[in-house]
């Protein structure tokens, strides 16, 4: 069920993407339009969280704006545009080694490899895709996330042909409030599955 927030917001995304006539640049030639894409955030690893978020590109920059609700409080959330794959989300059976947990490297067939992490100041290349202490924090469960970042020509032309996906990360999955659990992230031994899982996952379409 969305809430006010997310109802708002998605239909803001939707009515700025409205078929508007093409600016005229100073010599007469149409300008590039800008490229705006939605994202439905959809629950990974019965994590409970859901969303959505906008994106609009104009050249190599890219305002993003993202709600997502239903994660763990006062922990830390990466975020990611991921591309190069299937431009979709994994289901649960993805889960292909069978210990509970749909992990990156399971998800990537669908989605594919970082192209660019959401971080909130600093670095926003792959880079930057553990750099947890950048990532925004959902103090109340909910994440707004807003930044204007810049992204590379392969990232734009993805997000215009259907092949980018949003993915939120960090997921509580034994209830106990805090990442935790003798599984190992696939990412980094040194974190637990829980806190680089995908919580919540929606394919960029423009």
Not at 87 to 99: E, V
Not at 119 to 148: E, K
Not at 171 to 179: M, P
Not at 194 to 204: D, Q, S, Y
Request: proline share 7%; with cysteine.
């Amino acid at each position: 069920m969305r809430t006010p927030a997310l109802a708002t917001l998605t239909t803001a995304a939707l009515l700025t993407a409205g078929g508007a006539a093409p600016a005229l640049a100073h010599d007469g030639t149409a300008e590039q339009r800008p490229i705006i894409a939605t994202a439905h955030l959809r629950q990974l690893n019965h994590s409970g969280a859901h969303g959505v978020a906008t994106v609009r590109v104009h050249g190599t920059k890219a305002e993003v704006t993202v709600v997502v609700s239903g994660l763990l409080r006062n922990a830390p959330h990466a975020m990611h545009f991921h591309a190069g794959m299937a431009g979709r989300c994994p289901t649960g059976r993805a889960d292909t080694n069978k210990d509970g947990f749909v992990s990156v490297t399971e998800g990537h067939p669908f989605y594919g490899h970082i192209v660019t992490s959401l971080t909130t100041r600093g670095d926003t290349s792959p880079a930057s895709g553990l750099a947890i202490d950048r990532f925004p924090t959902a103090p109340y469960g909910s994440v707004v996330y807003r930044r204007t970042v810049t992204i590379s020509a392969h990232t734009a032309a993805a997000i215009a042909h259907h092949n980018a996906v949003l993915v939120v990360h960090g997921v509580d999955r034994n209830g106990s409030g805090a990442y935790d659990g003798r599984i190992k992230s696939d990412l980094d031994p040194s974190l637990p599955m829980e806190a680089t899982a995908p919580a919540a996952c929606g394919p960029l379409r423009p």
